[in-house]
Every structure is written in structure tokens, then in C-alpha cells.
């Protein structure tokens, strides 16, 4: 399968110096090819507009900067339960909306851990998508972000737009879930779910942010 995303592509939404990459031997021996493309040829945003939050980690110390943590080092590494096995490998990409982004080094999953819930779930099938769906938000940013545009006329189409072409590159984060503008599902509710991951970051695009 061809990957949904290229360095250019990411230019094309990011400033050059906003994306981060890393060199070869600051990452696992054994890490899904896929998901090392991305990190060594493409790139993750490092912007702080983006819904995205690179781990602060990366970016301290003076001995082994721009080296990933692994999910072994997590102050809460002891609640966990009941997870895949070889979670403890898994790198630390950083966090949306206060949930930790991991990577799956072996499969190349995105994994999310949720705030205080001490659980895993799927965040998208692939790195490739993962960081496809961060250069589609940022595209759309000035169709509804008002500190970018002083105009939003549609955030709400955007938002619906935004979220149809999300599945068409990978349906796992929206398997079985409704949009956060559903009129059938009232996401505020006492007995509701938590809101997944990138339904979250599409119901900031759908209030339009400002």
C-alpha cells in the first residue's frame, strides 16, 4: 500500500523547521518499517497549534536529546492492566487532549492511553495515517481556527468533511462510534462514553476554534 503521507506533503501544511525527525540509530532495531519512513523521512509536527503535543522529553537534556521514552517509563507504568502484551516497549510519541500517544513498535499501531484510565486503545491502524490525519487538520485550519482567518463560514461542513476523509484513509478510530455532533447520540450524557481521541480534536474543528 502506498503511504498517505510524504515529507512534501508535510511541508506543504508545516514549516520545514516545525517538523521533527530522527535519526536511524535513535530508534528500536526493531521497529515496523512503516512507521521508521515516517520518522526518519517524514516527520511528526512539532507546532504548538497542532492537536498534537510532542512528548517534552524528546526535547530535554543535553546527553541523549531526541531519543524516545518507552511506556515502561510511565509514572503510572504499575496501574495498567490487563494490556497487550509488549506494551512496555512501546514508544512515547507524545499527547492529545492530556491521553498519551504511543507507537506499537513491533505492528506499527498507534495505541492511546487515556487520561487516568489506565487502558489501551487503538488510535489509528498506522504511524502513516496517524500523521496523515495531523496534516489534514492543519490544511483545514484556516476554515476553522479564528486566529488564523478572520472568517469561518462552515466550520460545521468542515468538521463533517473532515471526519468522512479520516475514515476513507482509516476507519479504525470511528469503528462503531458516533460523530460529536450526532443528533442520536448525546455525548454529554451522564452514562455517555468517553469521546475517542480524534472525534475530540473534530468537535473543536465543528465549534471552530478561536
Given at each position: ?31 515496523h518499517e512503516s512507521a521508521r519512513a515516517i520518522l526518519t523521512d517524514v516527520g511528526l ?79 489509528n491502524q498506522s504511524l502513516d495515517s496517524f500523521v496523515y490525519f495531523t496534516y489534514l ?74
Amino acid at each position: 500500500m502506498s503511504p498517505l503521507v510524504d515529507r512534501a506533503m508535510m511541508e506543504s501544511a508545516f514549516p520545514p523547521e516545525r517538523l521533527e525527525i530522527w535519526e536511524d540509530e535513535k530508534l528500536p532495531a526493531r521497529l515496523h518499517e512503516s512507521a521508521r519512513a515516517i520518522l526518519t523521512d517524514v516527520g511528526l509536527p512539532h507546532d504548538r497549534s497542532s492537536f498534537l503535543q510532542l512528548d517534552g522529553r524528546l526535547f530535554d537534556g543535553d546527553d541523549s536529546p531526541n531519543k524516545f521514552r518507552t511506556c515502561a517509563e510511565l509514572d503510572y507504568f504499575s496501574r495498567y492492566k490487563d494490556m497487550p502484551r509488549g506494551w512496555e516497549s512501546w514508544l512515547i510519541i507524545g499527547e492529545m487532549f492530556y491521553d498519551v500517544v504511543t507507537l506499537d513498535t513491533r505492528s506499527g499501531t498507534v495505541y492511546c492511553l487515556p487520561d487516568g484510565e489506565y487502558r489501551a486503545h487503538r488510535l489509528n491502524q498506522s504511524l502513516d495515517s496517524f500523521v496523515y490525519f495531523t496534516y489534514l487538520l492543519e490544511v483545514e485550519r484556516p476554515h476553522y481556527d479564528f486566529t488564523v482567518s478572520d472568517e469561518i463560514p462552515d466550520s460545521e461542513g468542515v468538521a463533517i468533511s473532515l471526519r468522512e476523509r479520516m475514515i476513507q484513509a482509516d476507519p479504525v478510530p470511528f469503528e462503531g462510534v458516533e460523530p460529536a455532533w450526532s443528533e442520536a447520540f448525546d455525548w454529554e450524557a451522564g452514562d455517555a462514553p468517553r469521546m475517542p481521541t480524534w472525534d475530540v480534536a473534530l468537535s473543536n474543528v465543528y465549534e471552530s476554534i478561536g
